[in-house]
C-alpha cells in the first residue's frame, strides 16, 4: 500500500475553472451537504454555475468530461471550510489543480486528500487555460517533485507550499497515523496546559 | 517573523512536535462538532478502528440542518437527510462520550454562539471546529481555526491538526464609532481595507481604542468575519472585559480555580514589545454604516457612499469581480443603496445572532412595523440566546413589529434548512457571505449589514439608514454595541 501513498506526478487532460475568488458555496452548494458520505459529491459539483433553466450550459465541467487537472485563477476555495468542495473535485476527476492562489483551508483540504495543487502567476495561468481551449485532449502533466507542469510542448516552473510537496512525495499527508504515533509527546504537552484536565 | 505575540505564545504551549513535512503538530484544546461536517470523520474512525482521544475536550451541538419553526423540530425531522444527519451526530456523540447539546438540553445553538457562551471558548486555547467561522472564539484570545473534514479525523483520533504557523498581523483600529454603528461595521471595513484575501497566510490582531471599546459580543462578531478577509484566525488579546465576561459562566472555573485560570489568561497577552510580521492602522472614527453592495465581502461601502465603477479597481481581478456584481445585483456603478428594495430580513448567525445584536434591532423596531411584503425573520444563535431575549421581553418587540420569531440555528445563512431565499429575492442579511447562492437561490441577492441596519430595512422595506430611527433616541450608548449580555 504504501508506494501508493507517494505523489509525485499527476496527469491528463484539463479542465479551465476561470474566475477569483471562486468560494466553496459556487464549488458545493451547501444544500448538497445533506449526506452523511461523501460518495455522491461529485453529482454536485458547481452544480449551479452548471445549469440553467434549460438543463446543462457551457460550463468547463460541462464540456470537459474526463479531466484530471483543474486550472483556476486567484483565491480558489475561499469561503466555507466543507471538505465537501475539493472532495467533490476529487470524485469527479480531478487529480491536481494549478492555479495563481488558494484559500488556506481549501489548500489544507486538498493537502489531506493527496491532490496537489499548484501556482504560478497570472499570465501563466491564462495561457494554460487558453491551451486548454484549444487543446481539449490535449496532456498536461504536474511534475510535484521538481515543481514543474508540462503541456504540449511548454514546461513551466511553479511553486509547491513547502509542506505540501513534502507530504505528498514522501507519501505522508494522510496525517492521522503519523500524530497518533505521538500519543506520548501529546500528553506531555496536555500536562502543560492549565485549562486540560487529564482526560484518560 | 512574529515574536511575543498571543498567537506565538499560544502556538508553542500547544506545540507538539514538528512533523516530517515541516508542519507543527498543534494540541487543540477545544473540538467543536456540529452534524454537517463531522459524519464522514467518524466513519473514516470506524474504519480504522480509533477512539476519540479526547473526549472531554470535544463539545457537539446542532446548527446548520436545525430547523427554526418549533413545530418542526419534532422528531423525527420531517427532512429525512436532516434527520439522518442529527441522529448521526447523537450516535456518535453518545459512543463516544461527547457532550452533546441537542433540541432538549435548552442550550442547542450555533457553534460559535453556543461555545462562548457557556464559557467553554476561553483565553489561551486552540480551538477547532469543521466550520470556518471557528476564528470567532478568537474574541477570548484563543487561536480558533476552521479545519476540513480529514483534520476533524485527525482531532478525533489524535486530539491534534497539522499546521503551519502563519505571519501575525496586527489591526490598530483607530477612532470611536458613532451611535448606530457597530462591531459589524469595523470588521467590514477592515475587509473592505485589506481585501477579501489580504488575510491568507496571516492571522489577525485586532487591537487599538476601537477594538477595546467594544464589549464581548462585539469582539465576537469582529473575529468572526476574519476568515472573509481571507485569514484563517483571529483574535483580541483579553483584558478586564474578557475576564468578567467569562466569570460564572458553566464551564468557567469558580473562585480560587478562576484566579489560577485568569493568572494563565495573562500570561498569553501579547507583550507591549511583541513584533508583528506587519502593523496597518484602520481608521474606524465617524465611519458611517456599511453594507455590501457585491457578491462578496470585500465589495462593500459605506451607506452614504455610492456603488463604485468597475474602473476604479486598480486590479483587473477587482474590476472583473466588480462588473460580475453589479449585473447579479442588478446595480448601476454611482447609484446609492439607499432605496435598494429589499424582500426578505434575516437576523441572526454566528456573526450576529447574540443577545445585544437582538436588542440593537429592537430599538428600531419600537412602534415600527415591518413593510408590507417582506418577510422578516429573527432567528436567535442559541436557544440560550432565545431564553435571554424571552426573557427581556425583546421577542415582544419582534414579533409585535411583524418579525416571526424563530428557534435557533443556521438558518439563512447558507439554506441547509427550511429557511431559504426564492427565485431573486434581495435579502438585508445580519450574515457574513454574500456568496452567489449562499442564501439557498441562485438568483438571490444578499446585503449584508448589521443587525440595526436589518431591522430599518426591513421597516422600510428598502436598504435604510438605521440611524435616522435611532436619533431620538436619548438612551443610544455611544459605543453602539449594546449592553453585554450578561
Known amino acids: 500500500m504504501a508506494p501508493e501513498n507517494h505523489i509525485t506526478e499527476v496527469g491528463g487532460t484539463g479542465v479551465p475553472i476561470p474566475g477569483d475568488d471562486i468560494d466553496t458555496d459556487q464549488i458545493l452548494p451547501a444544500r448538497f451537504m445533506k449526506e452523511v458520505t461523501f460518495d455522491n459529491m461529485a453529482d454536485y459539483l458547481f452544480y449551479d454555475a452548471r445549469r440553467d433553466d434549460d438543463g446543462f450550459n457551457d460550463h468547463p465541467l460541462n464540456r470537459f468530461e474526463g479531466a484530471s487537472i483543474a486550472v483556476v485563477n486567484s483565491n480558489f476555495g475561499c469561503g466555507s471550510s466543507r471538505e465537501h468542495a475539493p472532495q467533490a473535485m476529487m470524485r469527479w476527476g480531478v487529480d491536481g489543480i494549478v492555479g495563481e492562489s488558494y484559500a488556506e483551508i481549501f489548500r489544507d483540504n486538498c493537502k489531506s486528500l493527496g491532490i496537489p495543487a499548484v501556482t504560478t502567476d497570472h499570465e501563466t495561468v491564462t495561457d494554460l487555460q487558453e491551451w486548454i481551449e484549444s487543446n481539449p485532449d490535449g496532456e498536461i502533466d504536474i511534475d510535484v517533485e521538481n515543481e514543474a507542469v508540462t503541456y504540449g510542448e511548454t514546461t513551466i516552473d511553479v511553486e509547491i507550499d513547502d509542506a505540501m510537496k513534502e507530504a505528498l512525495v514522501e507519501g505522508i499527508w494522510d496525517t492521522t497515523a503519523?500524530?497518533?504515533?505521538?500519543?506520548?509527546?501529546?500528553?506531555?504537552?496536555v500536562a502543560g496546559l492549565p485549562y486540560v484536565e487529564g482526560d484518560d | 517573523?512574529?515574536?511575543?505575540?498571543?498567537?506565538?505564545?499560544?502556538?508553542?504551549?500547544?506545540?507538539?512536535?514538528?512533523?516530517?513535512?515541516?508542519?507543527?503538530?498543534?494540541?487543540?484544546?477545544?473540538?467543536?462538532?456540529?452534524?454537517?461536517?463531522?459524519?464522514?470523520?467518524?466513519?473514516?474512525?470506524?474504519?480504522?478502528?480509533?477512539?476519540?482521544?479526547?473526549?472531554?475536550?470535544?463539545?457537539?451541538?446542532?446548527?446548520?440542518i436545525a430547523p427554526t419553526e418549533a413545530e418542526k423540530r419534532e422528531r423525527p425531522l420531517t427532512d429525512e437527510q436532516s434527520e439522518e444527519m442529527l441522529s448521526a451526530l447523537e450516535r456518535n456523540t453518545s459512543e463516544n462520550g461527547i457532550t452533546f447539546f441537542g433540541f432538549e438540553s435548552g442550550k442547542?445553538?450555533?457553534?460559535?454562539?453556543?461555545?462562548?457562551?457557556?464559557?467553554?471558548?476561553?483565553?489561551?486555547?486552540?480551538?477547532?471546529?469543521?466550520?470556518?467561522?471557528?476564528?470567532?472564539?478568537?474574541?477570548?484570545?484563543?487561536?480558533?481555526?476552521g479545519i476540513g473534514t480529514s483534520q476533524i479525523r485527525d482531532v478525533l483520533a489524535t486530539g491534534c491538526i497539522a499546521a503551519d504557523k502563519q505571519k501575525v498581523r496586527?489591526?490598530?483600529?483607530?477612532?470611536?464609532?458613532?451611535?448606530?454603528?457597530?462591531?459589524?461595521?469595523i470588521i467590514l471595513k477592515i475587509i473592505q481595507d485589506l481585501g477579501v484575501d489580504g488575510g491568507v497566510g496571516h492571522v489577525y490582531e485586532y487591537g487599538g481604542p476601537a477594538i477595546e471599546a467594544l464589549d464581548m459580543e462585539g469582539r465576537l462578531a469582529v473575529c468572526n468575519m476574519s476568515i472573509e478577509g481571507g485569514a484563517r484566525a483571529g483574535y483580541i488579546n483579553p483584558?478586564?472585559?474578557?475576564?468578567?465576561y467569562l466569570q460564572g459562566r458553566e464551564y468557567v472555573p469558580e473562585g480560587e480555580a478562576f484566579e489560577e485560570r485568569k493568572a494563565y489568561w495573562e500570561s498569553i497577552s501579547s507583550d507591549e514589545d511583541a513584533e508583528y510580521d506587519d502593523v496597518v492602522t484602520v481608521d474606524a472614527d465617524d465611519i458611517d454604516p456599511l453594507i455590501t453592495w457585491g457578491i462578496n465581502p470585500g465589495q462593500v461601502i459605506e451607506i452614504t457612499d455610492s456603488v463604485p465603477h468597475p474602473e476604479d479597481f486598480e486590479a483587473r481581478t477587482d474590476r472583473e469581480a466588480a462588473e460580475q456584481a453589479l449585473d447579479h445585483m442588478d446595480i448601476e456603478p454611482g447609484q446609492s443603496m439607499l432605496g435598494y428594495d429589499v424582500d426578505v430580513a434575516f437576523l441572526g448567525t454566528c456573526t450576529n445572532g447574540r443577545v445585544s445584536d437582538f436588542e440593537e434591532a429592537a430599538k428600531i423596531l419600537e412602534g415600527n412595523t415591518v413593510a408590507d411584503g417582506v418577510r422578516a425573520l429573527a432567528v436567535p444563535g442559541s436557544e440560550t440566546v432565545r431564553e435571554e431575549c424571552e426573557a427581556r421581553g425583546i421577542d415582544e418587540t419582534f414579533i409585535n413589529a411583524g418579525f416571526q420569531w424563530r428557534r435557533a440555528g443556521c438558518s439563512m445563512c447558507l439554506a441547509m434548512n427550511d429557511d431559504s431565499l426564492e427565485g431573486d429575492e434581495v435579502c438585508a442579511s445580519s450574515s457574513n457571505?454574500?456568496?452567489?447562492?449562499?442564501?439557498?437561490?441562485?438568483?438571490?441577492?444578499?446585503?449584508?449589514?448589521?443587525?440595526?441596519?436589518?431591522?430599518?430595512?426591513?421597516?422600510?422595506?428598502?436598504?435604510?439608514?438605521?440611524?435616522?430611527?435611532?436619533?431620538?433616541?436619548?438612551?443610544g450608548s455611544a459605543s453602539g454595541v449594546g449592553e453585554a449580555a450578561d
Open chain 1, 178 to 189: 503519523l500524530m497518533y504515533s505521538n500519543r506520548s509527546k501529546v500528553e506531555e504537552t
Open chain 2, 239 to 244: 483584558d478586564e472585559t474578557t475576564y468578567e
Open chain 2, 170 to 185: 496586527r489591526i490598530n483600529v483607530e477612532g470611536e464609532l458613532g451611535e448606530g454603528v457597530y462591531a459589524k461595521d
Open chain 2, 108 to 145: 442547542q445553538g450555533i457553534t460559535h454562539v453556543v461555545a462562548p457562551e457557556l464559557g467553554l471558548s476561553q483565553p489561551g486555547m486552540t480551538v477547532a471546529c469543521g466550520d470556518s467561522h471557528t476564528a470567532t472564539h478568537g474574541a477570548f484570545g484563543s487561536i480558533g481555526v
Open chain 2, 1 to 64: 517573523m512574529s515574536n511575543g505575540t498571543l498567537y506565538d505564545k499560544v502556538w508553542e504551549k500547544h506545540k507538539v512536535a514538528e512533523l516530517p513535512s515541516g508542519q507543527d503538530q498543534l494540541f487543540i484544546g477545544l473540538h467543536l462538532v456540529h452534524e454537517v461536517t463531522s459524519p464522514q470523520a467518524f466513519g473514516m474512525l470506524r474504519e480504522r478502528d480509533l477512539d476519540v482521544a479526547y473526549p472531554n475536550q470535544t463539545f457537539a451541538t446542532t446548527d446548520h
Open chain 2, 433 to 475: 457571505r454574500n456568496f452567489i447562492g449562499r442564501q439557498g437561490s441562485k438568483e438571490g441577492r444578499t446585503v449584508l449589514m448589521s443587525p440595526a441596519m436589518v431591522a430599518a430595512a426591513a421597516v422600510e422595506g428598502e436598504v435604510a439608514d438605521a440611524r435616522e430611527y435611532l436619533s431620538d433616541d436619548p438612551a
